[in-house]
Nanobody
Framework: QVQVVESGGGLVQAGGSLRLSCTIS????????MGWYRQAPGKQRELVAI??????VYASSVKGRFTISGDNAKNTVYLQMNSLKPEDTAVYYC???????????WGKGTLVTVSS
């Protein structure tokens, strides 16, 4: 089993910054692709950013404002969020995915609220 735990959410004013962290633990076979997703009230969960050994992808709505990075030694991935907007308000979820093993694990989410 793999545990995925997010932290770093909170309340911030528009234009501010936050950094989210996601740490995985448990039985880890290899470095997974790790991504951040978010779900705003009344909306579907959407991809924010995902990183793997081969590529990093951002949603167009966050490109240039958010940066995903990882520390493989700590099994941790970060999401640095700058120039936050009220529309970034959502629960942010971390995902760990191993394509080779067809395994996906989710965290419970961390709430980010951006006030105008």
């Amino acid at each position: 089993q793999v545990q995925v735990v997010e932290s770093g959410g909170g309340l911030v004013q528009a234009g501010g910054s936050l950094r989210l962290s996601c740490t995985i633990s448990g039985t880890i076979f290899s470095t997974p692709a790790m991504g951040w997703y978010r779900q705003a009230p009344g909306k579907q969960r959407e991809l924010v950013a995902i990183t793997s050994d081969s590529s990093t992808v951002y949603a167009s709505s966050v490109k240039g404002r958010f940066t995903i990075s990882g520390d493989n030694a700590k099994n941790t991935v970060y999401l640095q969020m700058n120039s936050l907007k009220p529309e970034d308000t959502a629960v942010y979820y971390c995902q760990a995915h191993w394509t080779h093993y067809s395994l996906t694990y989710w965290g419970k989410g961390t709430l980010v609220t951006v006030s105008s």
